[in-house]
């Protein structure tokens, strides 16, 4: 039963795809329909003249687009159905389907790890599924076909879907290959733009890289068991070698799609040109299947895991987090700056899995489990907030055609109830109390302060630093997201685009955010529901879950003991209201303080500026001069100098380009390298048919020496 | 009780932080050979500014005007989970030390977006630098309590500092580093000298006072006592973890009596060490504060690794 809804959510988004297609069929479906009441004249009239005026251009278009978008929805609807009844009923669904190779038909399997993920799937695929139709509207039919959005929309969510099915390494792929291949034409969308067809590419190049890391890696644990299914890779008996060669592979494989630095740099490139509700998805949830494929290739498939892999994944996390959420904070374009948030957030879920490993090498499982759960709670968090905002960077885009945060200003007067969902996001990201990012973050510190149940000196050492960078990155991602909602909502207009920008007329373009607000908020006070479905996970994958989660009641958090620590939102949220209620009753009783406008301090000059604000770049300047050596900044003041001596400055211009250390150093050389060998390997092609002729022959003797 | 018994330690937090503040500056200018204002000129000068009318920018939205609601509200809750008094209070375990940074976050956020809604340098300026401030400084915060909260196995401050207290006398030397990382984020945190100077009103190197430029009348009240009740929240957390001596741990009047005493004591002696150190130094450019609170970062980290190293049980 539950596999069906399963199969359903597959479907429906497999239909959402194919019925776009019938965007440019309007012709035949015409054709079609006239013969059809030809042949069965209806006996209403009515219905058949609804029937075509809904065929007619405008109208039709609209329609489809409605009807796309309504099968995704549904989609993500019955992803969410199957996710939270597969992880209440806490069994392990498998079944067949007969495709793919003759002797290895596609081997399913939904336990509660999938089903988690498929919650997450769901609720953003839901969310863009009341989203998208508005957003779309906006796109020009002959330049931006919409059946071509429409097809690899559906391919790509069913892609997500299956490979949370997959239970064999053959069907993982293929499922894992549509998902990237679908998104790869996602990206190249508005393909007129040179970069952005670069973008696409560079992302296309790091997929395919990866995906062959994933099959190698998936190739060493067959290498050692008979069978491709997740089965049989489950019984392989891997040397320690050969099991820490599986997971390099397979970190590197699963990193590169998650975004892990240094393997990261298609995120900042591919998230801003790809239409926003695709970058939501892949930011939001693509992200987290990654995550998802790390999780069941380590905790499920290989046997047992070394603490050693653990300090890996910490040390790349904690990389990642830092340098995510550094690089994001010098971004001027909005949806650059979330991608690079999206490192940060990933890095930090890494550096939880790397203490979950450790814990669970060193025989601590109920840590683990705790660690285990603060992880998958935060890439829950971050998919919830993360779509949140890339959405509402979509009705910024929509609304101002700008993605510039320099360009825009006083957005909060002009569109109140996208600034106020757009506020929730960047509240939830910065890890504030009584919202959902912070209990994620919360969990992490309380598994990070666990460190003094271990014995090993390198890691007890090790852990408090990465607590540290981990308490360092939410302080940046606070101070950046105070930069971009300032900069964006608040101020004054800093351009006549964002100055004649107006609240978003499509209801259910502020429904999707809407609803991923709602959801930051309900499970920032309650994070007891959601926190409970974890632990069934752990139960399930790690044999172990946290026993007394709720040893204070639903009200409270008290992951290891009342003792140790505990927090209750819904008594801070009670605490929170009464103070402000008897502030604000107190403050506002006396009649004559009613406030009064004026302009604001200007120092006597008179006359400010939209230009005197601080913009995105003097917001960060002290971060960036403190933090100096973590980009390569290239910072240029020209000054046209006038009058006598050249003293007075006529004119001045200030140009300042930062960029990531990765292309350089690492980027560089390896295409260097590739464009070296590849002339190397052009000597022997010299063009002349004689040379050819002789390499024919002396591979042919070759080849007759070797069988003979 | 035990909640009748917050309420009323929170209530007193509140009321007693303007007096702190009189108090500091009452030994500043004694120091400095001036005349000082009465003890009591906090409370008279928050009275009259909630009388006033209070006047806003043209180009404020909404979120100027509630912002400092929501800043003292955080302030407040902040100051609830902190034992003042007595230890064992129910908000200790309803919210952690953590959580406590959280609501500083979240005070922070929303006057640096106050800062920057008015749409002046001014509060552009005064928001960047607090943030990177802050940024610094949270996370040296968090290393400095994170010593305290390994010794004692908890981040609830109530059981923290009734581990403290039960485990008598003992020279730690993470607890050394601790102290002197949370003495130097404090300073940063509550904006006195050498980062900030509460007294200055020179533009070009005004934080704190740079973001509420704009604030007047109830707003500007609201901020100012919730920047009091920070600056006290600050020191109670230093007195009472380290020197956590007298505190209340039952609810006895006497023993209740005796921890009002010792709190008395404890910040009496820890404000004219300010006024002292206030009066010495000088403001710091603004980019050597990195420096400073690098320091306590790495003061931090190093009393935890101590901890870890030379004093846990294993």
Redesign the interface.
């Known amino acids: 039963m539950i596999i069906v809804l399963a199969y359903c959510a597959v479907l429906l988004s497999l239909a959402s795809g194919f019925v776009a297609l019938l965007m440019n069929q309007r012709s035949i479906l015409l054709k079609f329909s006239r013969s059809w009441f030809k042949k069965y004249p209806p006996g209403d009239a009515q219905y058949a003249r609804l029937i075509n005026s809904n065929l007619k251009e405008r109208r039709f278009s609209h329609l489809l687009r409605l009807a796309v978008f309504a099968l995704l929805g549904l989609s993500g609807l019955f992803a969410i159905l199957a996710g939270i009844s597969v992880l209440i009923s806490k069994e392990i669904i498998t079944d067949q389907i007969g495709l793919g190779l003759p002797w290895l038909s596609w081997h399913v399997r939904f336990d509660s790890l999938s089903g988690f993920f498929f919650l997450i799937v769901g609720i953003a695929v839901g969310a863009v599924g009341f989203y998208g139709p508005g957003y779309v509207h906006a796109y020009a039919e002959k330049q931006h076909p919409f059946a071509a959005l429409g097809l690899f929309t559906g391919l790509f969510v069913s892609g997500m879907l299956l490979v949370l099915l997959a239970d064999d390494a053959f069907f993982f792929m293929i499922a894992w290959e549509l998902m990237s291949v679908a998104s790869y034409f996602l990206v190249a969308f508005q393909h007129e733009n040179p970069a952005n067809r670069r973008a696409a590419f560079l992302y296309l190049l790091m997929a395919e890289v990866g995906a062959l890391a994933i099959i190698l890696s998936f190739g060493v644990l067959a290498s050692f068991t008979d069978g491709f299914t997740f089965d049989a890779l489950r019984e392989a008996k891997l040397s320690t070698t050969w099991a820490s060669i599986a997971f390099a592979l397979a970190l590197l494989g699963f990193g590169m799609k998650a975004g892990i630095v240094p393997v990261h740099v298609w995120l900042p490139e591919a998230h801003p040109v790809a239409p926003s509700h695709i970058s939501a998805l892949m930011s939001g949830v693509m992200l987290k299947i990654a995550l998802y494929g790390l999780i069941r290739f380590c905790f499920d498939l290989l046997a047992e895991v070394l603490w050693q892999w653990g300090v890996v994944l910490l040390i790349a996390g904690t990389v990642s987090a830092l340098g995510g959420i550094l690089y994001a904070l010098m971004q001027t374009n909005l949806k650059r700056l979330l991608a690079y948030s999206s490192v940060e957030n990933i890095g930090i879920i890494f550096m939880v899995m790397g203490l979950t490993m450790i814990f669970m090498a060193n025989g601590q499982p109920q840590l683990a489990a705790l660690g285990f759960l603060a992880a998958l709670l935060h890439a829950f968090n971050h998919a919830l907030f993360k779509n949140l905002l890339f959405l509402g960077a979509g009705i910024i885009q929509h609304q101002t055609h700008e993605l510039n945060i320099d360009m825009m200003?006083?957005l909060?007067?002009r569109m109140p109830q996208t600034s106020m969902l757009f506020l929730i996001g960047c509240?939830s990201i910065?890890?504030?109390?009584?919202f959902n990012g912070?209990v994620s973050e919360?969990l992490s510190?309380?598994t990070a302060?666990q460190?003094?149940v271990l014995?090993n000196?390198v890691l007890?050492?090790l852990i408090?630093?990465a607590?540290?960078?981990l308490?360092?990155t939410?302080?940046?991602a606070?101070?950046c997201f105070?930069?971009v909602?300032?900069?964006m909502f608040?101020?004054?207009s800093r351009s006549r685009n964002s100055d004649k920008a107006h609240e978003v007329k499509d209801k259910g373009m502020l429904a999707g955010p809407g609803l991923l607000a709602g959801l930051c908020f309900l499970f920032g006070i309650f994070p007891g529901v959601i926190i409970s479905l974890i632990n069934d996970v752990a139960a399930q994958l790690l044999g172990q879950a946290l026993p007394n989660d709720s040893a204070?009641g639903w009200l409270?958090l008290a992951p290891v003991s009342?003792?140790?620590?505990?927090?209750?939102p819904p008594?801070?949220l009670i605490?929170?209201l009464i103070?402000?209620g008897i502030?604000?009753w107190y403050?506002q009783r006396?009649p004559?303080?009613?406030?009064?406008?004026?302009?604001?301090?200007?120092?006597g000059f008179g006359g400010?500026t939209?230009r005197?604000?601080?913009n995105c770049n003097?917001?960060?300047?002290?971060?960036r001069?403190?933090f100096a050596k973590v980009w390569i900044i290239d910072e240029q003041i020209d000054k046209d100098m006038q009058g006598a001596m050249n003293q007075n400055t006529a004119a001045i211009r200030y140009q300042l380009q930062v960029q990531d250390h990765s292309w350089p150093r690492l980027y560089q050389p390896i295409e260097h390298g590739v464009n070296k060998l590849a002339k190397l390997v052009g000597r022997i092609q010299t063009g002349n048919i004689r040379v050819y002729l002789g390499y024919s022959f002396v591979t042919l003797i070759i080849m007759l020496w070797v069988i003979s | 009780m035990n909640w009748l018994i917050a309420v009323i330690q929170t209530s007193l937090f509140a009321a007693l932080a303007p007096l702190l503040a009189g108090w500091i500056k009452w030994c500043k200018c004694r120091l400095q050979n001036r005349k000082a204002p009465s003890l009591f000129q906090p409370y008279r000068d928050l009275i009259k500014l909630t009388n006033k009318q209070p006047v806003v920018a043209e180009q404020a939205s909404w979120l100027f005007t509630i912002a400092p609601y929501i800043v003292f509200s955080a302030t407040v809750l902040a100051a609830s989970i902190v034992p003042l008094i007595a230890v064992d209070l129910p908000t200790s375990a309803s919210a952690d030390v953590i959580v406590m940074v959280g609501f500083f976050a979240f005070a922070r956020f929303f006057l640096a977006l106050a800062g920057l809604d008015i749409g002046t340098a001014f509060g552009g300026m005064g928001s960047s630098r607090e943030m990177t401030i802050s940024s610094l400084a949270e996370p040296a915060m968090l290393m400095a309590i994170f010593t305290l909260t390994m010794t004692a196995s908890t981040t609830n401050l109530s059981v923290a500092i009734s581990h403290v207290l039960n485990d008598g006398l003992v020279l730690r030397p993470s607890f050394v580093f601790a102290l002197f990382a949370l003495i130097i984020v404090a300073i940063a945190e509550t904006g006195r000298v050498p980062v900030d100077n509460p007294a200055t009103h020179l533009e070009l190197t005004m934080i704190h006072e740079a973001m509420i430029l704009e604030y007047s009348g109830r707003h500007l009240a609201l901020i100012e006592w919730a920047s009091q009740l920070k600056l006290m929240l600050y020191g109670v957390l230093i007195a009472n973890i380290f020197f956590p001596w007298g505190i209340a741990e039952t609810f006895s009047a006497k023993a209740l009596g005796y921890g009002l005493l010792a709190i008395f004591g404890k910040l009496t002696v820890l404000a004219i060490l300010l006024a002292v150190s206030e009066t010495l130094l000088a403001k710091m450019r603004l980019f050597r504060v990195q420096e400073y609170l690098g320091f306590a970062y790495l003061l931090g980290v190093l009393g935890l690794l101590s901890y870890i190293i030379l004093e846990a049980s294993r």
């Not at chain 1, 910065?430 to 009584?434: E, I, R, T, V, Y």
């Not at chain 1, 003097?618 to 971060?623: D, E, G, L, Q, V």
Request: aromatic residues 10%.
């Open positions: 200003g006083g909060i007067k509240m910065s890890g504030l109390p009584l912070f919360w510190f309380q302060l460190v003094d014995d000196g007890r050492s408090p630093v607590a540290a960078a308490a360092l939410a302080a940046l606070s101070a105070v930069k909602f300032g900069m608040l101020g004054r204070l409270w009342a003792e140790h620590a505990s927090y209750s008594l801070v605490g929170a103070a402000v502030s604000v403050l006396n004559a303080t009613v406030m009064r406008r004026a302009e604001p301090w200007d120092c400010l939209p005197m604000q601080y003097a917001f960060s300047m002290p971060i001069r403190i």
